[in-house]
């Protein structure tokens, strides 16, 4: 039966969930159908399988462990959300290891979220929700060092700055958001609506060519509008 949302509700987000342990799988899957608005349509054991599935079931969310056998997250995420994909889904990304090269391996992969398995259910919904959005949230954790190691990794000529040059309102989106900060926390700070921020987000992307709040990011890194 398909579960169709009362009038006025919020459609339920629909999370796939990959991982080769099967008490983590499960653990997770307990944890997403407990929060409210999501439900997982599907589960997978390996990187081959979650692929298979995904492009069978068209779930709005991919929740992927990176290390699986077989096919491992980061190249499931290639094949569902790379740049070469025709109509790419949203991926989440969670792993037990905190290594920065699994975290730019995932993001270059296209994933739109990464998380540790360690991240709590707040933050683990916050990220589900975001991805549905089209947004983009790794974990607060990691987000500093991961950007400052980017940016080390990436010295030499910084990019050009935009045709359209940003506004004072838009460097300061882009510099909250570059420390890792969520779009309600950016409202409270800038005394904005989220509205407004979000729109704020959307002009970014547009005039940085970019495709989420991570790649802002890292834009504001490569630019050493943020020190590394």
């Not at 700070?189 to 992307?205: G, Y």
Request: aromatic share 4%; glycine share 6%; proline share 7%.
């Amino acid at each position: 039966m398909i579960n169709t949302p009362e009038h006025g509700a919020q459609p339920m987000i629909r999370v796939l969930v990959a991982d080769d342990q099967d008490i983590v799988r499960a653990g997770l899957t307990m944890l997403l159908d407990a929060q409210p608005g999501i439900e997982v349509i599907g589960e997978a054991a390996d990187g081959r399988e979650a692929v298979t599935l995904a492009q069978r079931l068209r779930p709005d969310v991919c929740l992927l462990d990176i290390r699986m056998p077989g096919m491992d997250g980061i190249e499931a995420t290639r094949q569902l959300a790379g740049p070469d994909v025709a109509d790419p889904m949203a991926v989440v990304v969670i792993t037990t290891f905190d290594l920065d090269e699994y975290v730019h391996g995932a993001l270059k992969a296209g994933a739109r979220g990464f998380l540790l398995k360690d991240a709590g259910p707040a933050l683990l919904s916050q990220a589900i929700h975001a991805a549905a959005d089209g947004d983009a949230l790794i974990a607060p954790s990691i987000t500093a060092r991961l950007l400052a190691t980017f940016a080390e990794s990436h010295r030499g000529q910084p990019p050009p700055e935009p045709v359209d040059p940003l506004t004072d309102r838009e460097e300061e989106v882009l510099l909250h958001v570059a420390q890792g900060w969520t779009n309600a926390e950016i409202a409270d700070a800038l005394h904005l609506s989220l509205s407004t921020v979000k729109s704020h987000l959307a002009s970014l992307m547009r005039k940085l060519n970019t495709r989420n709040r991570v790649e802002i990011a890292m834009w504001a890194y490569e630019t050493h509008r943020i020190p590394a």
